[in-house]
């Protein structure tokens, strides 16, 4: 883990830039907290009675990337990624022993953050609005939004690292 190099932010740049910087800094950090291990390892679930893993972060923060992304900003109306037959969002059932492939949700977590770059580039200003439902939402506040959303996600997978091989850090 402690190989891996994060992307540092924009210290003086537009204020789109510095938001991007700071998503992909939280981007990074995921990454960062996934390197090195094994898919076993990033399918544990080791702070019982949590359902929480690596790999159940990574799926759903693909999720996340689409939903707000995809669907919200660019409406697209892009399916969810991991459904329950009943429709439910199934991105943290992953169990030690199932199926979910670690390969598979890297690539498809990093497809759906390499086009939210490139939507939020195309953005005409970030005051460009999205829709989910009846309520409206800036680019800014979405970017500002996943920025929380990872940060939030990133602490749950410090301590998931750290009960796996003890490995800490930022």
């Not at 390969?103 to 460009?128: I, M, T, Y």
């Not at 800014?140 to 997978?157: D, F, P, S």
Request: proline share 2%; hydrophobic share 40%.
């Amino acid at each position: 883990m402690s190989d891996f190099q994060r992307t540092p932010t924009e210290q003086t740049a537009d204020e789109r830039a510095t938001l991007a910087s700071f998503l992909d800094f939280q981007r990074d950090t995921l990454a960062m907290k996934c390197a090195g291990l094994t898919t076993g390892q990033l399918r544990a679930r080791v702070l019982e009675p949590s359902a929480l893993s690596l790999l159940g972060l990574v799926r759903h923060l693909a999720e996340v990337e689409r939903g707000w992304f995809r669907n919200t900003f660019a409406d697209e109306a892009a399916a969810g990624l991991w459904r329950r037959p009943d429709g439910g969002f199934a991105e943290f059932d992953v169990d030690e022993a199932g199926d979910a492939e670690a390969e598979e949700a890297f690539a498809v977590w990093r497809g759906e953050c390499n086009h939210a770059r490139e939507l939020v580039a195309a953005a005409e200003s970030l005051d460009v609005v999205g829709h989910r439902g009846e309520e409206s939402f800036s680019l800014r506040w979405i970017l500002t939004h996943m920025i929380e959303e990872y940060a939030r996600h990133n602490g749950h997978a410090d301590l998931l690292r750290e009960h796996l091989d003890g490995a800490t850090g930022e």
